[in-house]
């Protein structure tokens, strides 16, 4: 793949936009928004964007947006401590675009995943995670059982 190519597979297309933006609830945070317009507030590290940051440390407050937005590069090793950080901002929803498998902590929940592969130059896949209230989230095996004191 020549520079030029694997460049435009940076940028989204009128389509793969309209699919995030239509997934977006209430306010939105771009994480890593590269040369994206979309969000109320775009956060990149390397690119022009309304704040510059790394995504792994945000300058932003605790569920201080409705839905966060991440198009993380391909291949970076702060991806991992970047999904707690979108968990710790995110009121409602989380949007995640990743040529892998992407897991959001606890209290998200996955609502939908895509494949995103003829409105896009790059195969990709898009997350939807939802947060969930702890008294809806269920444990793995039923309930927890009390125990008995003798």
């Known amino acids: 793949m020549s520079v030029t190519q694997f460049k435009r597979t940076w940028v989204w297309s009128r389509e793969e936009a309209e699919l995030y933006a239509k997934h977006a609830v209430g306010s939105?945070?771009?994480v890593c928004s590269g040369l994206s317009k979309l969000g109320d507030l775009r956060v990149d590290l390397y690119l022009p964007a309304d704040v510059k940051a790394d995504m792994a440390h945000l300058p932003v407050r605790s569920k201080s947006f409705d839905t966060v937005i991440w198009d993380p590069p391909w291949i970076h090793p702060r991806n991992y401590m970047a999904v707690f950080e979108l968990a710790r901002i995110a009121r409602k929803r989380i949007l995640a675009?990743?040529?892998h498998w992407v897991h959001i902590p606890k209290p998200f929940k996955l609502k939908a995943v895509y494949?995103?592969?003829k409105i896009s130059p790059?195969?990709?896949l898009f997350f939807v995670y939802d947060r969930v209230e702890s008294s809806k989230i269920r444990m793995r095996g039923g309930s927890l059982?009390?125990?008995?004191?003798m």
């Open 28 to 30: 939105l945070l771009h």
């Open 97 to 99: 675009i990743s040529h």
């Open 115 to 117: 494949l995103v592969k």
């Open 122 to 124: 790059a195969l990709k």
């Open 145 to 149: 059982r009390k125990w008995k004191t």
